[in-house]
Every structure is written in structure tokens, then in C-alpha cells.
């Protein structure tokens, strides 16, 4: 399977627990994207690499979030001190210059903070 | 926030029968994307149409677009028990240089066997 992969698929964490999430893109792909996603909503852009530069954040990404894309394959995205208010699907996404902003998403990490 | 609105927020219809779902939105557009979420999976894109297009196919999908009154439509045509999930419009923001997309809150629809 050549498509975006996320790593955990879930994840359970007590408040204020830090976890951290994996994307790994389509390979072929130089941009790559983070969403959150809460029940019932539609998704919200979070933040966005270009190679390894991440070039824009949300403004719903706060201080505790923390986004990586070291080499410019992988991403991984961070959030410190968990809140419940975290709780979500974070969505990952890639797609290359030439799609027209189509682009293709992983299965997404559900996080759960109790 | 969300770009915009989408109708219904929910639709239930028997296989075989077509389900229309329309988006509005708010801002300029350089192009606007349909796609389909199964329960607790992932986004799969659907089909891409670009502001100076009026309407587009793709198999059983007809998607229209009216720049003037900012609103899309989304027709499945025959549809069937496997189209059954959340359908939402994605926009990508005229003026933009990459492929950041502000999405609707969806349209649940269900197809009864």
C-alpha cells in the first residue's frame, strides 16, 4: 500500500500526558498536512510542511502543539500537557505541486484523553 | 472555522434513488472539492472543480458549481448501500499557494438496501 500511513491509529492518554503522532506521507509527495477533526465537524487545517519547512500554523494550534517534518519524508505532530478539548481525529494529509490542492489523506489517529 | 454550510446535515434514501447534498461558502475560490468519509476512516477525494467550471462528471457523480451565489451541489445518481457515508465540500482559497483546504461540516447520508 503506497498511501498516507499514520501511526498510532488510537491512542488513550490521561490529561496532561504528552503523546506524539507519525505520518508518513505518499512518498512522491514534498507537502504534507495536519487537520484535526471532532465529531460531527468537518476538518480543521492545523498546520503545513513544504519539504521540511513548515510554512503556515493555525491559530487552533496552540502553544502545546508542536509539528515536525525533520528530513522531509515523515511528520510527526506533539502535544504536551493533553486536555480533553484535544480529543479528536488528527488527520494527516500530502499531495505534490502539481494536483491542484487534491490530496490524499491517511486513516487519521483518534485521540482520547480522559 | 469552517468555510461554509452544508445541506442537509443529514439524508437517508433507498438504493437505487439519487441524493443531492449542496455547500455554500464565504470567500473567493480557486477550486472546490468533493470528498467521502466511512465511519472513522479517512478522506477519500471524490472530485475537483475549478472556479471557471460549471459543472463536472464522474461516473455516477455530477457536481455543479455557482460561483455568483458561492454554492455547490453534489448529485449521486443510483446510489447504493455502499455510498453510505459522510460527504463533505472541501474549498481552496483564490490567492493561495498551496493546497490548504477549509472544509463543511458534512452531510451524513445513509442508503438503505
Known amino acids: 500500500d503506497t498511501g498516507v500511513s499514520q501511526d498510532p491509529r488510537h491512542k488513550i492518554t490521561k490529561r496532561g500526558q504528552n503523546v506524539t503522532f507519525r505520518c508518513d506521507p505518499i512518498?512522491?509527495?514534498?507537502?504534507l498536512y495536519w487537520y484535526r477533526q471532532t465529531l460531527g465537524q468537518g476538518p480543521e487545517f492545523l498546520t503545513y510542511f513544504q519539504n521540511e519547512a513548515q510554512l503556515e500554523k493555525s491559530r487552533l494550534l496552540s502553544d502545546r502543539f508542536s509539528a515536525e517534518r525533520p528530513k522531509g519524508s515523515f511528520s510527526t505532530l506533539e502535544i504536551q500537557r493533553t486536555e480533553q478539548g484535544d480529543s479528536a481525529m488528527y488527520l494527516c494529509a500530502s499531495n505534490s505541486l502539481d494536483r491542484e490542492g487534491l490530496m490524499y489523506f491517511g486513516p487519521g489517529t483518534r485521540l482520547t484523553v480522559t | 472555522s469552517q468555510q461554509g454550510e452544508e445541506d442537509p446535515q443529514a439524508l437517508s434514501i433507498q438504493e437505487g434513488e439519487n441524493a443531492t447534498m449542496n455547500c455554500s461558502y464565504k470567500?473567493?475560490?480557486?477550486?472546490l472539492q468533493w470528498y467521502r468519509q466511512n465511519s472513522g476512516r479517512g478522506l477519500v477525494h471524490l472530485i475537483l472543480?475549478?472556479?471557471?467550471?460549471r459543472e463536472k462528471h464522474s461516473g455516477r457523480l455530477r457536481v455543479t458549481l455557482d460561483t455568483s451565489k458561492k454554492s455547490s451541489s453534489l448529485l449521486i445518481t443510483a446510489s447504493r448501500a455502499a455510498d453510505t457515508a459522510s460527504y463533505f465540500c472541501?474549498?481552496?482559497?483564490?490567492?493561495?499557494?498551496?493546497?490548504?483546504?477549509?472544509f463543511g461540516q458534512g452531510t451524513i447520508l445513509t442508503v438503505h438496501p
Open positions: 472541501a474549498t481552496k482559497a483564490g490567492g493561495t499557494s498551496y493546497g490548504k483546504l477549509t
Open positions: 470567500t473567493s475560490i480557486n477550486n
Open positions: 512518498s512522491e509527495h514534498n507537502r
Open positions: 472543480i475549478r472556479s471557471n467550471e
